[in-house]
């Protein structure tokens, strides 16, 4: 049996319409506890740094539907029982997806969540994303935990996109390799998360909220599409989303530039 930690990777049009690269994720977690139905899934993320998050209309207002939703929306419509699907709606990023995902239900819970970790992701996204769970799961003051990586298509996404989109993650992998090597236990992990990363730190949120695109410059282009804007990943369904202009914030993290 596993921990199956399925990585978001941009907002659904609505709440069971995932992107579809998103979704062949989710189809690939429920296969997994189908054929170990012990394992325990966790979907991750509250929403992308990049792109708004969809809403749901509400008598006083929106109601923002959490991507870690729309992924257990799937996964029970896919036959995973509620039981064995948990939501982790505290992060924005790679980054977080893992490391709140590890803090806030498996180093908690550790006779609930199986010390096997699968993490799921797309194949663009993988190379980073063993990057970052290594150097989450291996933090000094942890317990041991193996790791395993299960790799999907990049489904919905054109040639260029991919193109694109890699690029843009190999920049981020060159920032973290200078990271890395001085973020090596859970402390120190926790300080930087909520001291430096912009997406977690006071400072860093105020900056994000004055909207200047001289600290956090807009993404555009072939990689759009990647964190859910355009090619089937614009909203059309109940509270769907639209990005004017076609652009999308990109997050500047501790001076790089992150992807999901």
Not at 243 to 255: Q, R, T, Y
Request: glycine residues 10%; proline residues 7%; hydrophobic residues 35%.
């Amino acid at each position: 049996m596993s921990t199956v930690i399925i990585l978001g990777g941009g907002p659904a049009s609505s709440l069971r319409s995932p992107l579809p690269f998103v979704l062949s994720r989710i189809q690939l977690a429920a296969s997994i506890y189908h054929s170990t139905p012990s394992s325990k899934l966790i979907c991750t993320s509250a929403g992308t740094a990049h792109v708004p998050q969809i809403t749901c209309p509400t008598p006083t207002g929106p109601r923002p539907i959490y991507e870690a939703s729309s992924c257990a929306a799937v996964l029970l419509s896919l036959g995973v029982p509620a039981e064995s699907i948990y939501t982790e709606i505290t992060s924005y990023d790679t980054i977080g997806n893992l490391y709140f995902a590890l803090i806030n239900f498996i180093l908690l819970s550790p006779n609930t969540f199986p010390s096997d970790i699968v993490a799921i992701t797309s194949s663009f996204h993988m190379p980073r994303a063993k990057m970052i769970t290594d150097w989450v799961f291996n933090l000094q003051g942890l317990p041991p935990y193996k790791l395993t990586y299960k790799e999907v298509g990049d489904d919905g996404l054109s040639s260029a996109t991919v193109v694109e989109r890699i690029k843009k993650e190999r920049g981020s992998m060159e920032y973290l390799e200078t990271v890395i090597p001085t973020v090596t236990s859970v402390d120190g992990m926790f300080q930087w998360l909520t001291q430096t990363h912009t997406l977690y730190s006071a400072q860093g949120l105020v900056q994000r909220s004055e909207c200047d695109e001289t600290f956090e410059p807009f993404v555009r282009g072939d990689s759009l599409p990647s964190y859910g804007v355009g090619e089937g990943g614009e909203g059309s369904g109940d509270g769907a989303y639209k990005i004017n202009g076609g652009w999308a914030v990109l997050l500047l993290v501790g001076g790089y530039l992150a992807g999901r």
